[in-house]
């Protein structure tokens, strides 16, 4: 291991990438009814009271400004089953909904059957944070599927561990 005052970006990743996170998408509608999606795994609670959330998207990514002019957005929080899925929403361009089953929430947003739990929130706030941008979203809904397991990401990859 290595110190020194500059971190090379890429041993950067690779560290940060032996910490497991869970996998999330995030969904809206744009304004002509496209749905919009982006898988992240920048996810975490904030606060529970006011109920808040957030997560980073890239300044590079193309679906974060569709998500962020309709001002909200689901957060479906991914369960094992939809490791391809993840993939299919972690890339950029071509149609990220093909061939999933959406069950659209109350308020129209397309939000993924089967997911291991799921959020509507507001866009509050919206802060820099280096090369991406830091979304602090207000809980409106909240629920979850007691029994499904979350897909994790860990080194690159959704490896497909087992809970003991």
Known sequence: MTAGTGVDPAVLRQVCGH????????????????????AVNSFT??????????????????TWPGIRATGRFAVDILATQHSALARSFARSGGDKFAGVTLRPTDDGLPA?????????????????????EIVVGRVLHAEHSDGSEPLLFHRGRTPGYRFV
């Open 45 to 62: 609670s904030l606060s529970l009271d006011p109920p808040l959330i957030l997560f980073c998207p890239a300044l590079t990514s193309t």
């Open 19 to 38: 910490w497991a996170t869970g996998v999330a998408v995030v969904t809206a509608t744009a304004a002509d009814g496209t749905p919009l999606g982006m």
């Open 112 to 132: 993924i059957d089967g997911a291991a739990a799921r959020l509507v929130c507001d866009i509050n706030t919206v802060h820099p944070g280096g090369d991406h």
